[in-house]
């Protein structure tokens, strides 16, 4: 999605001047990623359009592989805004009908898995629609026949589907992944509760849970021998400037550690760290 930010920090209404740089939570955890000098590739449909070849290239510039972006006609590309205030930033999405909402089926038959040593996946794609829901079932069984790690960020957004409609699908989707993140708060909204070890036998999880609780810390849990192992990390202090995005840097953060074999206190720090350089930043992705 292409975000538009007003040039020096002023509420939405009042700005006269903006800033469009490629947002979405995908797109930041692969440019994160590949700047942390991890390979990434990102899959989705952009409208073709100036604001979708716009975003392509911006992304491929940060590293990332963009072979299996499609561009498509006739479907804008999704935008949104930030509009800051007093203590937050309220964001506003405009992407109804926008090429990324068309994802299909496709896309699998699309895919190219070699080399993939993970897929990370989120709740938004699930959210756009029907047919975005069934592709990102389909792909997330697919990787799974391969052996490929699945990860899985809730990322619930009440703009595009109510608790009623998001809960159970939702639950369904994370119990297809090898590793799921969540916010505390958003667990809480969605299953009504948010303790780690009493969500992740709730959810009937098969792998890692992390739960992320702002300011707080994150805390994993872990299937292990019939029990769990649990593993909590103090968040970093931070001065906030916005925490729009701080959550995909998080995961980013954790992921990259992962796959280059750290062990789980440090995967949960190197999250926080790249969470803290969102923190402290107007911008979603923040460059080493």
Not at 208 to 220: C, P, W, Y
Request: aromatic share 6%; hydrophobic share 45%; proline share 5%.
């Amino acid at each position: 999605m292409a975000m538009v930010t007003p040039t020096h920090v002023a509420p939405l209404r009042e700005a006269v001047s903006f800033a469009v740089k490629a947002g979405g939570a995908e797109s930041t955890v692969a440019m994160y990623l590949a700047d942390s000098g991890v390979p990434a590739s990102w899959v989705s449909w952009l409208g073709d359009d100036p604001l979708g070849w716009r975003l392509l290239d911006e992304v491929r510039a940060s590293g990332v592989d963009v072979a299996g972006v499609q561009l498509v006609a006739g479907a804008p590309t999704g935008v949104y805004f930030k509009d800051p205030g007093e203590g937050e930033t309220t964001v506003y999405y405009y992407r109804a009908g926008s090429a990324a909402s068309r994802m299909d089926s496709t896309v699998l038959e699309q895919l190219d898995w070699r080399g993939v040593a993970a897929l990370h996946v989120t709740g938004i794609t699930a959210g756009l629609s029907a047919g975005c829901a069934e592709m990102l079932e389909a792909v997330m069984l697919e990787a799974r026949r391969r052996d490929i790690v699945v990860s899985f960020d809730v990322n619930y957004r009440p703009g595009l589907w109510s608790v009623e409609a998001a809960a159970p699908r939702l639950a369904e989707l994370a119990t297809l992944a090898d590793l799921v993140f969540v916010g505390r708060d958003e667990a809480e909204t969605l299953w009504g509760e948010g303790h780690p070890e009493t969500l992740h036998a709730s959810l009937g999880l098969r792998g890692r849970l992390v739960v992320k609780d702002g300011s707080v810390g994150a805390t994993e849990v872990a299937a292990a021998d019939g029990g769990t192992t649990v593993e909590f990390v103090p968040a970093h202090p931070v001065d906030v400037v916005e925490a729009v995005g701080a959550g995909d840097a998080f995961t980013a953060g954790y992921l990259g550690a992962m796959l280059g074999g750290e062990p789980v206190d440090v995967c949960l720090n190197r999250g926080h760290g790249l969470a803290a350089r969102t923190l402290g930043s107007t911008h979603d992705f923040v460059p080493a």
